[in-house]
């Protein structure tokens, strides 16, 4: 009866992890299609509290700007 979604609690947009990546590699800068995005969030609100999940990696943005990637 429950839906268990295997993404971060706390991540950023398509858009906005995949600029930053590139940029962090040296790569050019990624395009995007303009779209609806607010029916693209997915939430892992049921994995942390209904099965006490812990993730490695609680936020993207942060990970992605650590100095020892």
Same mark, same amino acid.
């Given at each position: ?7 971060? &609690?706390?991540? &950023?947009?398509?858009? +906005?992890? !995949?600029t930053s990546a590139?940029?962090? #590699?040296?790569? $050019?800068? &990624?395009?995007?299609? $303009?779209?609806?995005?607010? %029916?693209? *969030?997915? #939430?892992?609100?049921? *994995? #942390? #509290?209904?099965?006490?999940?812990? !993730?490695?990696?609680?936020? %993207? *943005? +942060? %990970?992605?700007?650590? +100095?020892?990637?």
């Amino acid at each position: 009866g429950h839906i268990f979604n295997g993404c971060a &609690p706390h991540h &950023p947009s398509k858009m +906005d992890f !995949y600029t930053s990546a590139a940029i962090r #590699s040296g790569f $050019p800068e &990624p395009s995007f299609v $303009p779209e609806l995005g607010s %029916w693209k *969030t997915v #939430s892992s609100a049921n *994995t #942390s #509290s209904l099965l006490n999940y812990k !993730y490695l990696i609680n936020n %993207w *943005t +942060d %990970w992605l700007s650590q +100095d020892k990637l």
